[in-house]
């Protein structure tokens, strides 16, 4: 039985997502959903 993919909510669109194997080593520190989420942090975060 597979165990269920840990998850996390984005700090910009506040939606949560899944972990994603390209995010494997640096899931700790992954904050935002997608690269469009990052890239407009400025107007939501800070």
């Given at each position: 039985?597979?165990?269920?993919?840990?998850?996390?909510?984005?700090?910009?669109?506040?939606?949560?997502?899944?972990?994603?194997?390209?995010?494997a080593k640096?899931w700790?520190?992954?904050?935002?959903?997608?690269?469009?989420?990052?890239?407009?942090?400025?107007?939501?975060?800070?």
């Open positions: 039985m597979k165990r269920p993919l840990p998850s996390k909510i984005c700090v910009v669109c506040e939606r949560p997502f899944n972990w994603r194997r390209k995010w640096d700790d520190s992954v904050r935002y959903c997608s690269e469009r989420c990052r890239r407009n942090r400025a107007k939501k975060v800070e």
